[in-house]
């Protein structure tokens, strides 16, 4: 019963997310951007970044994960495994700090 009570809040989650998407993804009038294109290179990647941060609020719980957390602790597990380490959470905390996507540049 608490399975299909976990499956039924996913998909309402998941009906309100498209809900999301499509209220906040209206396309903008064309002509209406800044003069310079530095401006616009600027406002386009401060537009997508907004839009991915909602997209990633509106996500399921277990989409969220599977897109943002799920590979890299699998990465950080399987490098956790062949190492072996005495404190194997300090390592795999370190690994996950050092290899963190949003970090690299």
Known sequence: AGIN??????TEEADMADATQDAVSAPAEAGS???????????????????EKIDAQALPIRAYLDQ???PILLQGL????????DDP???????????NPKNKK
Not at 5 to 10: A, G, I, K, L, V
Not at 33 to 51: I, R, S, Y
Not at 89 to 99: D, G
């Open 5 to 10: 009570r976990f499956e039924t809040n996913m």
């Open 33 to 51: 951007g800044p003069d310079h294109p530095d401006q616009a290179q600027l406002a386009e990647k401060a537009a997508t970044e907004a839009q």
């Open 78 to 85: 399987s490098d956790l495994v062949k190492a072996r380490p």
């Open 89 to 99: 959470v300090e390592y795999l905390a370190a690994y996950l700090m050092k290899h």
């Open 68 to 70: 943002t957390v799920v």
